[in-house]
């Protein structure tokens, strides 16, 4: 069964993680890789990755990427979303937490930002708004 726009846009909200596809080669499949994502129904999907890692460039230089969302139970449902790079925002503490706490315990949060920081670096945000859509829950109907 295909979801509605309601649904499918209130299962993306949820904090699954994600799969995050961008063509890198024109001679190779699509670069698919798993990425934390936040998402407002109605709004812009946003993520957070270095500057000059592969996605980063490969989005670059497209200008665009898919992310595909799944769950098993209890049912199989998933979304998937493509569309264009609509910004690129500086990377900011407060983005950084609200990222983090998306999909880490309360008391790991500032843990994480700090071990972020001080290991990884720079994430800037980009910004992608959904064109394209593809959704299903595959279960009793």
Do not use: C, N
Request: charged content about 30%.
């Amino acid at each position: 069964m295909v979801l509605s726009k309601e649904e499918r846009e209130e299962f993306l909200a949820q904090p699954h993680v994600g799969a995050l596809s961008v063509v890198e080669r024109p001679d190779r499949a699509p670069l698919t890789v798993p990425i934390w994502y936040q998402y407002t129904p109605g709004g812009e999907l946003w993520i957070r990755t270095a500057p000059g890692s592969r996605k980063a460039r490969a989005i670059e230089v497209a200008g665009r990427f898919s992310l595909l969302v799944q769950r098993t139970e209890p049912t199989v449902r998933y979304v998937s979303v493509e569309g264009p790079v609509t910004r690129t925002e500086p990377d900011d503490d407060e983005r950084a937490r609200e990222m983090a706490a998306r999909y880490l315990p309360a008391g790991k949060v500032d843990e994480f930002v700090a071990f972020e920081r001080k290991e990884l670096g720079e994430h800037p945000a980009l910004f992608m708004r959904p064109e394209h859509w593809l959704s299903a829950d595959l279960g009793p109907g």
